[in-house]
């Protein structure tokens, strides 16, 4: 018999909907049941595609016993982190405090007050490695709620009071200048991997934003050493096994330091941010394959995660059924020498196996191999890849896919429509400009509906019960600016508007200092506030950078003195974590270039335009139009007119202008950073 989550949207909470579990969905009835029966909340946190939430799932609560113990002495309750990152952060913050470390599943105990005790993440069926079972777990936890309940009441409050007197300290005053950008360039370099590219050991995830900063900070500058680190580690990406060599699209991050084995699962954000990074080297160094890695990535986007309302998913499953019909990891994606040989012929099987890297031993389990780029090869016959590339996918298409969560989620489809718009218009690609704007229309239509609130999530064009949080308004607008540079339609500059209007009013605190939910939000135990970038720009990073944009579009002093405002913690944290505030990097990038304002008084696409959008300052904004209404549209067009009836571009910054120009050369040059 299905349980309370069957009537729920988000995918995930759906998976458990016919567990015996008696879940509740977060809601303040379930702590009303706790209340009343004087037992304790296990609160589950997790997402759709996270592979050891499917191995907890199988392994306890899918168990009958387990089920029995769980619906007898707790109230469960089961929350999906994408549609509820607030509560997942507030918790997180709990664990991470406690434990040192955290991640997901995440496994918390609280109070009927819905204050934590106790934390975990995956607990085993079987005690091991030195952690105890689940089942231990939860006996131990009963234990203490019956007899030692005080102490229980007690570390509950302590882990409160801890977490309420966490106040944020974002940087006093002032906005990060030259220095704290050198401080911060200075300690990437130290941490940069130059045999491998990318920073850190292993795990090694996709450093999107630091490659974002360092593309600026090298078009500011000229900073050859910036960009050396951004090229080489997007090359070393594109021809790792953490890109689909196939499919095209990026996994989440690669186990290892070479970028060799990745976790398969693809979300809808990697990909947007890093279509978008790749975009942009390629307008920076005219690179083929970073050009070939941004449409491939934006071409699987449309092909894979879009869905049938034009929004798009959130993530591709890392685990698929393997040939005896389990369920493992990475099935879809992975190749055995034998198995390149039953699809491709006994010669393009070694040229294939010598080309992508697959060996006898295997570079993953069971002798099977990540396809890459292993170099070894010497010059190929790009025909014969090209062939050879085909019929592989041809022939995976045959294997069972893995699971997609199609929830539509704010805030990604928001990095997504930025990315598409801009691939689009940079490659000639118009549809995928229109996949963008379909995209935006499904955020104004069913996102924002009646209500004139952003809703965090939707799912076969139904909205969610929950509301957007910070970053879903920063990123959302962030995309609707791009899609107004890109087709000239002044309302994406409104609706930008009208979200960032919210995030003055509902999201700003004292001393331009962000928080993530609104103001008349559901209160926690916490009001969670988190400035760093981590898989994604920070909400507070994202608003930062979406309402500097606007204040150059419009000239609003009040939109540029809260994004000045909100950038006082990049020049906290940007000398000290760099690799954590990467997208705050860029923003202050685009702050210390103006940004330049660039208005194209001539056609939409026109050679002036599309010279506007290639050009390189960090963060410049482009409004294009022509005719009496195109000052309607954006205020950077009024009283601008052509000159001697041909298309003009103007450029500004700092309240000051450069002489017209009717040159797309000449506008190229004042635009190369």
């Not at 449409?295 to 998913?313: I, Q, S």
Request: charge should be negative; glycine fraction near 12%.
């Amino acid at each position: 018999m299905a349980n309370r989550l069957a009537q729920t949207t988000s995918p995930y909470l759906l998976q458990h909907a016919d567990n015996p579990v008696d879940w509740w969905p977060w809601s303040p009835e379930a702590f009303e049941e706790a209340r009343k029966r004087d037992v304790p909340v296990l609160l589950s946190v997790g997402y759709a595609s996270c592979h050891w939430c499917h191995v907890m799932a199988h392994e306890s609560f899918e168990d009958e016993t387990v089920a029995a113990y769980l619906n007898a002495h707790f109230v469960p309750v089961k929350v999906d982190r994408e549609e509820r990152p607030d509560v997942d952060a507030v918790y997180m913050e709990a664990v991470q405090a406690a434990t040192g470390h955290g991640g997901w599943p995440m496994t918390v105990f609280l109070t009927a007050d819905a204050e934590p005790f106790y934390f975990g993440t995956y607990f085993p069926p079987e005690a091991r490695h030195g952690s105890p079972s689940f089942q231990q777990v939860l006996e131990g936890v009963v234990a203490a709620w019956t007899d030692r309940r005080d102490e229980v009441a007690e570390v509950a409050g302590r882990i409160v009071a801890d977490l309420a007197g966490r106040s944020l300290v974002h940087g006093g005053d002032g906005v990060p200048g030259e220095s704290e950008v050198a401080q911060a360039l200075l300690g990437l370099t130290r941490e940069y991997d130059e045999q491998r590219g990318g920073f850190g050991g292993a795990p090694k995830f996709p450093p999107s934003m630091a490659v974002e900063f360092l593309l600026r900070h090298h078009a500011r500058t000229g900073s050859e050493g910036a960009l050396q680190m951004a090229a080489d580690t997007c090359s070393a990406m594109a021809r790792g096994g953490i890109y689909d060599q196939l499919g095209g699209g990026f996994a989440r991050y690669s186990v290892d330091r070479e970028w060799v084995v990745p976790h398969f699962e693809k979300m809808l954000y990697d990909n947007a941010l890093l279509c978008r990074v790749y975009a942009h080297l390629w307008r920076a160094t005219g690179s083929d394959e970073a050009r070939r890695i941004a449409l491939e990535t934006a071409d699987f986007m449309v092909r894979e995660l879009r869905t049938a309302e034009g929004g798009f998913a959130s993530a591709l499953d890392a685990d698929s059924e393997d040939a005896d019909g389990k369920h493992v990891e990475g099935a879809y994606y992975v190749w055995t020498p034998a198995q390149l040989r039953e699809v491709l012929g006994e010669d393009d099987a070694a040229f294939a196996a010598a080309y992508f890297g697959v060996t006898e031993d295997g570079t993953f389990e069971e002798g099977a191999s990540v396809l890459r780029l292993s170099g070894d090869v010497g010059p190929v016959d790009a025909d014969r890849v090209a062939g050879v590339r085909a019929r592989l996918l041809a022939a995976r298409a045959e294997r069972p896919r893995p699971g997609r969560d199609d929830k539509v989620v704010a805030a990604w489809n928001g990095l997504a429509i930025a990315a598409l718009a801009e691939t689009g218009a940079y490659f000639d690609r118009p549809d995928l400009v229109e996949r963008a704007t379909e995209a935006a229309d499904l955020l104004v239509r069913v996102h924002l509906g009646e209500v004139a609130r952003l809703t965090r999530t939707s799912k076969d064009g139904r909205a969610g019960d929950n509301a957007g949080v910070l970053e879903d308004y920063g990123d959302v607008a962030e995309g609707f600016l791009a899609l107004a540079a890109v087709t000239g339609e002044g309302a994406w500059l409104e609706f930008a508007g009208f979200l960032l209007d919210i995030v003055l009013e509902q999201f700003t605190g004292e001393g331009g200092q962000l928080y993530d939910t609104a103001h008349d939000a559901e209160q926690l135990i916490r009001r969670p506030q988190d400035p760093t970038d981590s898989a994604t720009p920070s909400g507070w990073t994202a608003a930062a950078g979406a309402l500097l944009s606007y204040a150059a579009y419009t000239g609003s002093e009040a939109h540029r003195t809260a994004a000045e405002g909100a950038l006082g913690v990049v020049k906290a944290l940007g000398p000290r974590v760099p690799r954590f505030v990467g997208w705050g990097l860029a923003v202050a990038e685009a702050l210390l270039d103006g940004p330049r304002e660039v208005a194209v008084a001539g056609p939409v696409g026109g050679e002036l335009h599309r010279t506007a959008l290639l050009g390189r300052a960090p963060g410049a904004v482009v409004a294009a139009g022509e005719g009496p209404g195109a000052g309607a549209e954006f205020p950077l067009l009024v009283d601008r007119p052509q000159v001697g009836g041909e298309p003009t571009a103007y450029v500004c910054r700092h309240f000051v202008c450069d002489a017209p120009t009717t040159d797309a050369g000449e506008l190229a040059g004042k635009l190369g950073g």
